[in-house]
């Protein structure tokens, strides 16, 4: 079975400073998709960035980077510069290959502090 | 392009009522899930389909919930006699593919069952 987790509950961060939100994985399947997304208070769930297990890079999309680990079966997000804007609950998910369904973590709450 | 579209996006039932929500996924997309967040935790998977036809209900409780994409229309995810157990967050997400690829997210539904 798979499965994700977030060992972070909450965490802080000064505006402008760069944050590390941490995510394991745990699968024996070779072939899976790592994503990332942000939960506001509003409610949605908003695409932050992709990883596939065969990408070489790490991926980034703007502020957002994927520290992808294979062998530690690790996909941190590095979110730089941080802005108020970010504080939200942040999700890390897995979806295996045919398989169409996500596993989600948990979440970590993120406050970015002024 | 129009996204994920979610309704009603909130719905309140008396005990033992049905709910009834509904998903158009993106124009293209032929592949629906279903996922349910409860307070203060990460979404978790229901049911996956595609039209007409159901490929996982592995995450769907076995009694009073069904799921359906028929041909033609939204999908729609019923609770029949609801409790108070199923209040939560019910989120739709569509792709056009069935594997590791990327899912698009609807605004979500909260039922609150009274």
């Known amino acids: 079975a798979q499965k994700i987790t977030q060992t972070q509950p909450g965490m802080f961060v000064q505006e402008k400073e760069a944050v590390t939100l941490d995510c394991t994985y745990d699968t024996s399947d070779p072939s899976y998709g790592l994503f990332w997304y942000k939960q506001p208070s509003s409610g949605e769930m908003i695409f932050l960035i992709y990883?596939?297990?065969?990408?070489?890079q790490n991926a980034t999309e703007g502020r957002y980077s994927l520290n992808f680990q294979k062998a530690r079966k690790s996909a941190n997000l590095v979110i730089s510069a941080s802005q108020l804007g970010d504080s939200a609950m942040y999700f890390c998910?897995?979806?295996?290959?045919?398989?169409?369904?996500?596993?989600f973590g948990d979440g970590t709450t993120l406050t970015v502090k002024p | 392009n129009a996204g994920v579209m979610q309704n009603p996006r909130h719905l309140v039932r008396r005990r033992g009522q049905e709910a009834r929500l509904r998903c158009s996924p993106m124009k293209g997309h032929s592949h629906v899930y279903w996922y349910r967040q409860l307070p203060e935790e990460g979404l978790k998977f229901m049911v996956y389909l595609q039209k007409e036809n159901i490929i996982d209900e592995s995450g769907m409780p076995k009694e009073r919930f069904s799921a359906e994409f028929p041909k033609e229309g939204p999908s729609i995810l019923r609770i029949q006699q609801v409790v108070r157990g199923d209040s939560a967050a019910y989120f739709c997400a569509s792709s056009s593919q069935g594997d590791q690829g990327e899912q698009y997210f609807g605004p979500g539904t909260r039922l609150t069952v009274t």
């Open positions: 990883q596939g297990s065969y990408d070489q």
């Open positions: 998910a897995m979806s295996l290959q045919r398989a169409g369904k996500s596993t």
